[in-house]
């Protein structure tokens, strides 16, 4: 999932400004893949273990001593931008785990943060994204 | 299809036979009264398969379903009976003697659980 120019976004009810783009990967972290006596082709594979990261870049135009530090947790919103008239608004939500801050200088990007999260849920069988529908038409 | 008493255990998911440890029962003479480095044989060990693999199902009670029906033949006194593996070789008089699962029961798209079955003839 990759939102561009995501609006309103905020961390543990702190208003982030800037951010150009929100990307939310998810990825297995333990892969079954059992085979049996009759051949060497995986007859059965599952994703058991999994986790859901999420990278937070946004532009900085001036020095920056207030960051976030490493194994903060709270909730992490931000609302979709809608690309049209018609388009349907959404709010994600999720509780997380800073991972880590880095930044990027360049002369064709400026200064770049970049704030890596991990979700967490209360309870291993749920997502811990959580998507609803602000506004607009479905 | 591999059974046990002609009961489908396994079939839930991939599963594999083996061979336990074969061959003779030796020990030491230095700890049975003897004096050296000799050793003696007390004879061949019994036959000892063990069925190891996973078991696959759609809930949680239906995973249940199948490890006790495993448990369930474990028996208080040996109680044997047909085992036929994957490839439908099959051997007799065999008693599951123990049955040992992994330290967690897998679930996403389903229930899962690895397993080793351990029979031996008697």
Redesign the interface.
Known sequence: MLLLHPREVSFLGTPWKSVSTIAIDRTATRV?A?????GPHV??A???E?RVTVRVTMDLAEDSLATPAVGMQGALEFATAPTGVHATRHRVSMEAVILSITHEVSLRKGAVRTVEFLGVSSV??ADPITITQIGGLS | MSSFKGLNLFGS?????RFARQGHLVTLDLFNGGSGPGSTSHGTRELDIIAS??L?ATSEAALWTLRNAIRAQLTASPAAGTLI???GRSWTGMTLITYTESDRR?????F?ITYEAHFRQF
């Open positions: 079954i059992e085979h049996d006596d009759t007859v059965f599952d994703c058991p999994q291993g069988g | 998911g991939p599963h594999r036979f693999g996973r696959v593996d994957s490839a897998d679930q996403n798209r389903v899962s």
